[in-house]
């Protein structure tokens, strides 16, 4: 019975990382689908798998949010040449 309530424990740990991971890179639902459905592995998959919100300036290469009109580092236009 202990061993059926901390692989539950242990799931639930996983889930909320995986979510909490998901929403730090923009994509909650996957986060939380790959915790839920991997476990660790999903997780450890979500630490590696590409920040959807970020992406290199084309100036300075400092990641900034793709939403930016200016590179907060190098103060240059980035809006057009972002995706
Ligand atoms: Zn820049």
Redesign the pocket.
Known sequence: MDNILFWLGFYLVMLVLSTVIGYSKGNVVAGALLGYVLGPIGVLLLLFSKDRRMLP??????K?HRHSYF??????K?FKRLK
Do not use: L, N, R, Y
């Open positions: 300036c084309p100036e300075c290469a400092s900034i590179c907060p580092q190098c103060q240059q980035v």
